[in-house]
């Protein structure tokens, strides 16, 4: 079926730490990647994307990372910063459509 | 641009009553999307249109119908609110059809309350 699971689902950290969250998927046919941070009550906002011809892809601090065979795409936070403190959402395509993990609060402590 | 713009901004209904939320986006994209968010489940989505013309369910289209009114506008009709509606909605638009694989852009959501 349609299944993104995201881990964890909250995140605690020190300012300047690095945080890691990690999606699964299950549609081998999945060929996009994005994430998407969403601060209190705001629209979600794209932050990074991958598609699956690529294994790694990185923006200044954040990275996203991509392993097709094991069907699982993690983002990479470094040198966290107060303003990181949002939910983060990973999605995966299928067809015309995203499907959405259930979201990682991240709290970045000063 | 302004992107993509939904209407209300805030709606509170009664059990049994009905209404439409609008949503237009101004960037000639071909897809459209219908989202509702609840704590802990992320963004689930309701109805889609891929393309103008077209509309096809979600993972939790029971209680919805929706109308692409034409290439800017996509609608969503709660014909009979639930208290399980209760919900913030997002509407969202792609430039891509025939697969997606560029992002979405959404609105800044509708925060509905049914008693």
């Known amino acids: 079926g349609e299944n993104v699971e995201q881990h964890p689902s909250t995140l605690s950290v020190q300012e300047g730490d690095s945080a890691v969250i990690k999606c699964t998927y299950s549609?081998?046919?999945?060929?996009?990647f994005p994430w998407y941070k969403q601060e209190l009550g705001k629209r979600p906002q794209l932050i990074i994307d991958?598609?699956?011809?690529?294994g790694e892809k990185k923006d200044q601090r954040i990275a996203v990372t991509l392993n097709k065979t094991a069907k699982h795409f993690s983002l990479h936070i470094t040198e966290t910063q107060p303003e990181d403190s949002a939910v983060y959402f990973c999605?995966?395509?299928?067809?015309?459509?995203?499907?959405f993990g259930t979201g990682t609060r991240l709290q970045v402590f000063p | 641009n302004a992107g993509v713009t939904q209407t209300p901004k805030f709606q509170v209904l009664k059990t049994g009553q009905s209404m439409t939320l609008q949503c237009a986006q101004d960037?000639?994209?071909?897809?459209m999307y219908w989202y509702r968010q609840d704590p802990g489940m992320g963004l689930r989505l309701i109805y889609y249109?891929?393309?103008?013309?077209?509309?096809d369910k979600g993972e939790v289209p029971n209680g919805y119908n929706v109308s692409r009114l034409n290439k800017r506008e996509f609608s969503l009709r709660l014909e009979s609110a639930a208290p399980s509606q209760t919900s913030v909605y997002f509407c969202?638009?792609?430039?891509?059809?025939?697969?997606?694989?560029?992002?979405?852009?959404f609105g800044n959501g509708t925060r509905l309350t049914v008693t």
């Open positions: 249109s891929a393309s103008e013309g077209t509309t």
């Open positions: 991958i598609r699956s011809n690529v």
């Open positions: 999605a995966a395509s299928k067809v015309d459509k995203l499907i």
């Open positions: 960037m000639n994209h071909n897809s």
């Open positions: 549609d081998s046919a999945s060929n996009y």
């Open positions: 969202a638009s792609s430039p891509k059809t025939g697969g997606l694989n560029s992002p979405l852009h």
